[in-house]
């Protein structure tokens, strides 16, 4: 285990607006896919929008690409330093990024998850979005009514139930803009 770095957080605050930046770029370069509530948010009107804490992705090597972006962000938000870790996730085959959090240590409670690296299970249907490709909002509605059926994974409906109910009021709301405008 590390020792503890209290300058850690105080980097991590000034610094975590350059995380979005290395994660899309690195999606741009190697045409992985943004799928999840990422995916999501940017497919929204902004008052639809859902705060979501960090990324997912679909990536052919999960392993390589979270140990990437670990070393990318410890030279672009860490200054060098080793403020980020990666380590295999619960669900088997994805990798993830993480922060070593306020306490400045690794693999403790307070952690904070960057970006999940997973090998996609079959065809995700994609939408370009500033030369970067998400999950439509249609495969997010269909994946989420998948695990609405599931009762394994009942931690999740309530937060689901809502993401398919904010995706049809957007869905809606386009309709009516488009009937008006004829």
């Known amino acids: 285990m590390k020792k503890t770095n209290p300058f850690s957080m105080i980097r991590y605050l000034l610094h975590k607006h350059k995380i979005p930046d290395v994660v899309m770029c690195r999606a741009e370069r190697e045409k992985q896919i943004v799928y999840g509530s990422k995916a999501m948010n940017i497919q929204l009107p902004v008052f639809l929008r859902r705060e979501s804490p960090d990324f997912d992705v679909f990536t052919p090597t999960p392993r390589k690409t979270a140990n990437l972006v670990q070393r990318q962000l410890d ?10 870790y990666h380590r295999r996730a619960i669900h088997p085959g994805t990798w993830k990024v993480l922060h070593e959090g306020e306490d400045g240590r690794q693999r403790t409670r307070d952690d904070i998850g960057v970006v999940d690296y997973s090998k996609p299970t079959g065809p995700v249907n994609i939408v370009m979005i500033n030369g970067v ?5 249609g495969s997010i509605v269909k994946g989420k009514r998948k695990t609405l059926r599931d009762p394994k994974s009942k931690y999740r409906h309530a937060k689901d139930s809502a993401d ?3 995706i049809q009021l957007a869905q809606k709301i386009k309709r009516v803009l488009t009937l008006r405008r004829r």
């Open 75 to 84: 030279r672009r938000v860490a200054g060098g330093q080793n403020d980020f």
């Open 164 to 166: 398919i109910a904010r």
């Open 133 to 137: 490709r998400h999950e439509t909002l």
